[in-house]
């Protein structure tokens, strides 16, 4: 079975200081990765993607996502948090084969001025 | 250009009626999610549709759930007789039909059975 783990449900990070958010997974098979933010009363916005190639993927709003296929994570990373960052952050994982989506439980991100 | 959404936003319900919301995906778009968030959980995926195949219904957690989807565009989830466990946030999704295939989300319903 296909899984998605995000172990820590609160990250509280102060502003300007670097930020990561974890995700390791369970694949039978080659993962499609992705980070999305969940800001309060919106859907799920997409912020990066991992499909193959460089291990650093960068995406939107500063942030960048390193793929470490050894240890099965995908974490979250931004080198100075802000606290327009405080957000639900969800980890999603798709197979190349497959129709759907596994979600991590996600995390909720308080940048602390 | 225009996202994915939904309607209605909010939706009241009392226990034992049936409700329809409704998702409306990105224009070209040919795959088409539903989801359950409920209150500090994940997103729980209840049927896939990708064009004109049969959908993916694994995720729906009961019959009394049914989705549709009218000319590969607009989708309708319905819950009937609804219970207080369906209180939640349902979420749509739609993405192009090339690899990878990241999400594009809709606003969301939040829907509350009394």
């Known amino acids: 079975a296909q899984s998605v783990a995000q172990p820590e449900d609160q990250v509280n990070v102060a502003e300007g200081n670097p930020l990561t958010v974890k995700c390791t997974y369970s694949?039978?098979?080659?993962?499609?990765l992705f980070w999305y933010v969940q800001y309060p009363n919106r859907g799920l916005q997409f912020l990066l993607k991992?499909?193959?190639?460089?291990?650093l993927v960068k995406g939107s709003y500063g942030f960048e996502a390193e793929f470490n296929k050894s240890q099965t994570s995908f974490h979250l990373k931004k080198p100075s948090a802000l606290v327009s960052d405080s957000a639900l952050y969800f980890c999603?994982?798709?197979?190349?084969?497959?129709?759907?989506?596994?979600f991590g439980t996600g995390t909720s991100l308080t940048v602390i001025p | 250009g225009a996202g994915v959404s939904q309607s209605p936003s909010n939706k009241v319900t009392e226990k034992g009626k049936d409700v329809e919301l409704r998702c409306d995906p990105i224009?070209?778009?040919?795959?088409l999610y539903w989801y359950r968030q409920s209150l500090g959980q994940g997103l729980e995926f209840l049927i896939y549709?990708?064009?004109?195949?049969?959908?993916?219904k694994s995720g729906l957690p009961s019959d009394r759930f049914s989705a549709e989807r009218t000319g590969g565009s607009v989708s309708t989830l319905t819950i009937q007789r609804t219970q207080q466990e369906d209180s939640a946030v349902y979420l749509c999704?739609?993405?192009?039909?090339?690899?990878?295939?990241?999400?594009?989300f809709g606003p969301g319903t939040r829907l509350t059975v009394t």
């Open positions: 999704a739609s993405s192009p039909r090339a690899l990878p295939r990241e999400q594009y």
């Open positions: 694949v039978s098979g080659n993962p499609y």
């Open positions: 991992y499909i193959t190639g460089d291990n």
């Open positions: 999603a994982v798709s197979l190349y084969t497959g129709n759907q989506f596994y």
């Open positions: 224009s070209g778009h040919t795959a």
């Open positions: 549709f990708q064009g004109n195949s049969a959908p993916d």
